[in-house]
C-alpha cells in the first residue's frame, strides 16, 4: 500500500471551474509538497507545507496534521492549469515519498 | 539563472547496453537525488547523496549505479542488470536538512529497445 494516496485519479474540469484534489497519508511527516509536472516531464515546486494553508495566485494548499490530509484548489482554473499535481511527503531525512499523482485537463 | 540541468531530454539504446544520464545544477545544493517514474506509478527513489563521494541506497537501487565526485555532478548510469530500464528519470537536488530549495530537473525519458 502507497503511504500517498491522491484522489482523483484522473480530472476532467471546464474553464473557471473550482478544482480540489486530495492527498492522503499514513505516516509522521516533517512536511508535504505539492507539485506540478507538465507534459514535457519536468516538476515545479508548487507549496511545502507543515500546518495550515498557503496561497499563491489562484492556488491554495491546506494541510491537516491530525487528519493526515492535505488538500490543493485551483480557483478560476484555465487551460494552462492542465498539468498533473503530485503530492509528495517529507518523512526523515530529505527523502520524499509521492502519491501517484492527479491528471486535470482544463476544458476551454 | 540556477538551476538543474539534465541531458539528454530523450536517450535511446539497445537492450544490454550501459547508458549514462546526466545531472548537473548550480544551486550550491548539497544533496542530489535520482527518482524513477512508471506509468500509474509515484516517483520512486533510486539513489541519493548528501556530499560529494558519498551515495546512498534508494529504495530501487538494484541495477542502478552513480558517482558524486563533484558537488554539481551526479551522473546516473543503468546498467545492463536493470531488467526494466524504459522508464522517466529525474534528478533532484536540495539542502541537506530540511526541504527548502527542493528543486527538480526536467528529466530524460530513457527507451530501451
Known amino acids: 500500500k502507497n503511504e500517498v494516496e491522491q484522489s482523483p485519479q484522473n480530472l476532467t474540469a471546464q474553464e473557471g471551474e473550482f478544482i480540489t484534489i486530495n492527498c492522503s497519508y499514513s505516516v509522521g511527516i516533517s512536511a508535504l509538497h505539492w507539485l506540478q509536472q507538465h507534459p514535457g516531464g519536468g516538476i515545479v515546486s508548487l507549496f511545502m507545507?507543515?500546518?495550515g494553508k498557503k496561497k499563491h495566485g489562484r492556488l491554495i494548499a491546506t494541510i491537516n496534521i491530525q487528519e493526515k490530509h492535505s488538500s490543493l484548489h485551483i480557483t478560476a482554473s484555465h487551460p494552462r492549469d492542465s498539468a498533473v499535481y503530485i503530492c509528495?511527503?517529507?518523512?526523515?531525512?530529505?527523502?520524499?515519498?509521492f502519491g501517484t499523482g492527479t491528471s486535470l485537463t482544463v476544458i476551454p | 539563472d540556477g538551476g538543474i540541468t539534465q541531458s539528454p531530454k530523450y536517450l535511446f539504446r539497445k537492450e544490454g547496453q550501459n547508458v549514462t544520464l546526466s545531472c548537473e545544477q548550480n544551486l550550491n545544493h548539497d544533496a542530489m537525488y535520482w527518482y524513477r517514474q512508471d506509468p500509474g506509478q509515484g516517483l520512486r527513489l533510486i539513489y541519493y547523496?548528501?556530499?560529494?563521494?558519498?551515495?546512498q541506497k534508494g529504495d530501487i537501487a538494484e541495477g542502478y549505479s552513480v558517482s558524486r565526485e563533484k558537488k554539481e555532478s551526479f551522473p546516473l548510469t543503468v546498467t545492463s542488470a536493470q531488467k526494466n530500464p524504459t522508464a522517466f528519470y529525474l534528478c533532484?537536488?536540495?539542502?541537506?536538512?530540511?526541504?527548502?530549495?527542493?528543486?527538480f530537473g526536467s528529466g530524460t525519458r530513457l527507451t530501451v529497445v
Open positions: 507545507l507543515s500546518s
Open positions: 509528495a511527503i517529507l518523512r526523515s531525512g530529505n527523502q520524499f515519498y
Open positions: 533532484a537536488s536540495s539542502t541537506w536538512g530540511g526541504s527548502y530549495g527542493y528543486t
Open positions: 547523496s548528501q556530499i560529494v563521494n558519498d551515495f
